[in-house]
């Protein structure tokens, strides 16, 4: 939607029949209701600091309108304070692929996009759309694409390495930073056995278990954030992280050496979508066109070092960003998103907390 704003309190101003039409008029829209104050009033739920901090006071320079930044630590959570809010409380969330997967299933929670009313819907690369979380794209605008790759040092690290399988290698002992993440690194140890990283049959994950186990001696450290400063600073020599920690990576480090593993890629892709009962729901449009704009989409995807899903952006993007965050197009023909796998989950959880929770054992 272009960037307007309703001003229903200078029609109160004018005359009490003005006054009252408009307030029926907001009443039926059911986007936009409440004091002028509410209605320049943006409420975005993410990550922290996941829409840059000049990419927000650009809007509300722009617009007039005000944004609540509320941030959740997990899709989980946000899932939970979703429902509690009965879709409604938030304008704008964005979140994972898997997790949107499961609101559009489950209904009421998020709602289908007036596309009408996004003047640069167009931008958007085809490429990150009809994806299995929003066939039709209904419901999403992709955010920020990532791959989680694996970096290392050919200065330190002791062997080549050409995918998940060769981080298992004995010669790695104590040497890895890899992400606390129970689907991914459950996902990987599947990969090496040829499996699914959505794989459900407990047989296969009993064997995933114990192969993950395995690799316990090679690590060194597990984290969410910052894996990047354990590479560079030496005190690992490879790295398994995502995809704006692998640019971090090489702005300290140029020499370093990405990997896209042989087995195939992880993939994923945040996306925005609107909570079924947005307060403001005009707001939570025009933010998503202005996001879509293509120097502030390029803002985006420079700034959070995410892979870039706005072809319109692409000559603005700064050439360095281009060159580190250009996934060649032959890789996206052999990658894997993780996905919903209903209880299962718990069972990735209870695996990848063991393995966090055992000592490490001598290889033989």
Same mark, same amino acid.
């Given at each position: 939607m272009k960037n307007k704003k309703?001003?229903? *309190?200078?029609?109160?101003?004018?005359?009490?029949?003005?006054?009252?039409?408009? +307030?029926?008029?907001?009443?039926?829209?059911?986007?936009? &209701?409440?004091?002028?104050?509410?209605?320049?009033? /943006?409420?975005?739920?993410?990550?922290?600091?996941?829409?840059?901090?000049?990419? *927000? %006071?650009?809007?509300?320079?722009q617009t007039g309108v005000h944004v609540n930044y509320t941030n959740f630590e997990s899709n989980e959570e946000m899932l939970a304070k979703l429902q509690a809010a009965d879709g409604g409380d938030y304008d704008i969330i964005i979140c994972s692929d898997y997790m949107?997967? *499961?609101?559009?299933?489950?209904?009421? /929670?998020?709602?289908?996009?007036?596309?009408?009313? !996004?003047?640069?819907?167009? &931008?958007?690369? $085809?490429?990150?759309?009809?994806q299995f979380y929003d066939p039709d794209n209904q419901y999403t605008i992709p955010y920020a694409p990532g791959v989680p790759l694996i970096v290392y040092n050919p200065e330190t690290c002791p062997v080549e390495i050409e995918g998940y399988a060769d981080l298992w290698n004995p010669e790695l002992a104590d040497s890895l930073v890899v992400m606390d993440s129970s689907r991914i690194m459950v996902g990987i140890t599947l990969k090496t056995?040829?499996?699914s990283m959505n794989e459900t049959d407990p047989e296969? !994950?009993?064997?995933?278990?114990?192969?993950? /186990?395995?690799?316990? $001696?090679?690590?060194?450290?597990?984290?969410? &954030?910052?894996?990047?400063?354990? !590479?560079?600073?030496?005190?690992?020599?490879?790295?398994? +992280?995502?995809?704006?920690q692998v640019a971090k990576a090489l702005e300290? @480090?140029? @020499? !370093?050496?990405?990997?896209?593993?042989?087995?195939?890629?992880?993939?994923?892709?945040?996306?925005?979508?609107? $909570?079924?009962?947005?307060?403001?729901? %005009? @707001?939570?449009?025009?933010?998503? %066109?202005?996001? *879509?704009?293509?120097?502030?989409?390029?803002?985006?995807?420079?700034?959070?070092l995410y892979l870039c899903p706005n072809q319109a952006s692409v000559e603005y993007l700064p050439a360095d960003f281009r060159e580190t965050l250009s996934l060649p197009e032959e890789k996206l023909q052999n990658v894997e998103f993780i996905k919903d796998v209903g209880d299962v989950a718990n069972e990735y959880e209870r695996i990848w907390t063991a393995f966090k929770q055992a000592k490490k054992r001598e290889k033989s």
């Open positions: 309703k001003n229903i *309190l200078k029609l109160a101003a004018i005359t009490l029949a003005a006054a009252l039409a408009a +307030m029926t008029f907001a009443g039926c829209s059911g986007t936009q &209701n409440g004091s002028a104050d509410d209605e320049k009033t /943006l409420n975005l739920f993410t990550y922290d600091g996941y829409v840059p901090q000049d990419v *927000l %006071d650009g809007y509300t320079e949107i997967d *499961l609101m559009r299933q489950e209904g009421g /929670l998020i709602r289908e996009l007036d596309t009408s009313k !996004l003047s640069n819907y167009g &931008n958007i690369d $085809p490429a990150y759309q009809s056995m040829g499996k296969v !994950l009993g064997e995933a278990e114990e192969k993950l /186990l395995e690799l316990k $001696p090679n690590v060194r450290t597990m984290a969410v &954030n910052d894996l990047d400063t354990v !590479l560079t600073s030496g005190e690992a020599s490879v790295g398994f +992280m995502y995809t704006s300290a @480090n140029p @020499n !370093l050496k990405v990997v896209y593993p042989k087995e195939g890629l992880g993939f994923g892709i945040d996306c925005i979508v609107v $909570p079924e009962n947005a307060p403001h729901a %005009d @707001n939570a449009y025009s933010f998503i %066109d202005y996001c *879509l704009d293509p120097e502030i989409g390029a803002k985006i995807s420079s700034e959070i």
